[in-house]
């Protein structure tokens, strides 16, 4: 029996060790992320079939679901896994070589070290059945993504990096806010648990947390008018961490909204709103994307 | 005036998110930027632990045989508020460290006169 909860923990414990293993020698801290990443590929492998038949619930600390902090592992979660893997052991590879190129010798770890802590962050979002673990993993992925856009430590890295910081911080304590007026309505934490009470919303009770929470992720997603932080983070950020902002961390943004939406608060009536949403940013992207030089 | 006394965790808690808010939206100094940042964050915790409180509630042990469970304060929230605090302050050393940088590169913090960048 492989068990969930390895996909997230293996790579966080790897990551915290990546200073350790510095002391030993310089050139192993670059294979970590690629061993953590397999070892994740691996088992999510592994674990697809199995949970196409069921759903695989963790419960941590040994309390039954409502009360504890659980893992779903449903086939969303499992495959969204195994893409973050496919995506973070490819980027890992590419940045053998290129890393080595930038000629600052002293912070390789710190780079391996917060790319692997950012994937975890990834990983735990999509596999978690509980909206403060959620909100707790997103803050691990934007606190390293804050960080490594900043990596080079030169001008326009360091300038988009405070910005994205800012943005993304002030969405974090909106998401905080969702959360908390979610709690006071339902008084449990668990997502299956507040979806099973919610039946047939009303329109006032779920509007106010929606409407934060949707706003909150929207900054991580860059849904339009959200989206200040992304053209200059993108293209100051190393060539590698572009590629996982663009990769995974937006993606967990929308997958966080599509939470949201469609598992917790379930309603068919909310599907137009985020078509229109989601045809204006296409729009508007096309615009400033042909009125720029 | 019934309404305050009955609302004033509440209405404390709204009042320093909105403070925060004004100077993030307001303010071009990120230092400034930074204090609002942290008065948004404390806003935040001050609502989470306001949802679970109960007036005049015991802490939720069971020190003395006598205790009714009715009055206990709702220990969630404030583990909550425990983890968002780390996290906030994991948030405002990046930023701090980020300003440091920032004020290496340029000589000055004044997010108007830094202005590289496109967006």
């Keep these: 029996m492989v068990n969930p909860v390895l996909l997230i ?35 999510s492998l592994i674990l697809i079939p199995k949970v196409l038949n069921k759903p695989i619930i963790v419960s941590l600390g040994g309390f039954p679901p409502p009360f504890c902090i659980n893992l779903f592992a449903g086939p969303v979660g499992i495959i969204f896994s195994f893409l973050i893997s496919l995506v973070g052991l490819l980027v890992s590879i590419y940045a053998l070589d290129y890393i080595k190129v930038q000629k600052n010798r002293g912070r390789e770890e710190s780079y391996h070290m917060l790319y692997l802590l950012l994937l975890t962050g990834a990983t735990g979002v999509v596999l978690t059945g509980d909206i403060f673990n959620l909100f707790v993993f997103y803050e691990i992925l934007c606190i390293s993504s804050y960080a490594l856009v900043a990596y080079l430590g030169d001008k326009p890295g360091v300038e988009s990096a405070s910005k994205y910081l800012i943005q993304g911080s002030i969405g974090s304590s909106f998401v905080l806010i969702g959360i908390a007026f979610l709690y006071g309505k339902f008084g449990t934490l668990n997502m299956a648990d507040i979806a099973r009470n919610i039946n047939s919303p009303t329109f006032e009770q779920v509007f106010f947390p929606l409407i934060l929470l949707i706003t909150g992720f929207g900054i991580e997603a860059a849904i339009f008018p959200l989206n200040a932080w992304l053209p200059d ?19 967990i943004g929308i997958y966080a909204i599509a939470r949201m939406v469609i598992y917790l608060i379930w309603s068919i009536k909310y599907f137009p709103v985020s078509f229109t949403v989601r045809a204006v940013d296409s729009i508007s992207g096309r615009i400033v994307c042909i009125q720029s030089e | 005036m019934i309404f305050l006394s009955n609302y004033i965790y509440y209405t404390g808690a709204f009042g320093l998110i909105f403070i925060g808010l004004y100077i993030l939206l307001t303010r071009h100094n990120l230092i400034k930027m930074i204090i609002g940042l942290s008065i948004l964050d404390t806003g935040v915790n001050l609502l989470l632990i306001s949802i679970g409180y109960i007036k005049k509630g015991t802490a939720p042990i069971f020190s003395t045989p006598n205790l009714n469970p009715q009055n206990m304060v709702d220990p969630v929230p404030q583990a909550l508020v425990l983890t968002a605090i780390v996290i906030s302050v994991a948030v405002l050393a990046m930023a701090l460290s980020l300003a440091i940088r920032l004020y290496q590169h340029y000589r000055t913090l004044d997010m108007r006169k830094i202005k590289e960048q496109r967006w």
């Design chain 1, 9 to 43: 923990v293996i790579p966080l414990g790897l990551a915290f060790s990546i200073p350790l293993f510095g002391f030993i020698s310089r050139r192993i801290v670059k294979l970590i992320p690629i061993v953590g990443m397999l070892f994740n590929l691996i088992v």
């Design chain 1, 233 to 251: 983070a993108h293209s100051s950020a190393p060539s590698t961490i572009s590629a996982i902002l663009s990769g995974i961390a937006i993606k």
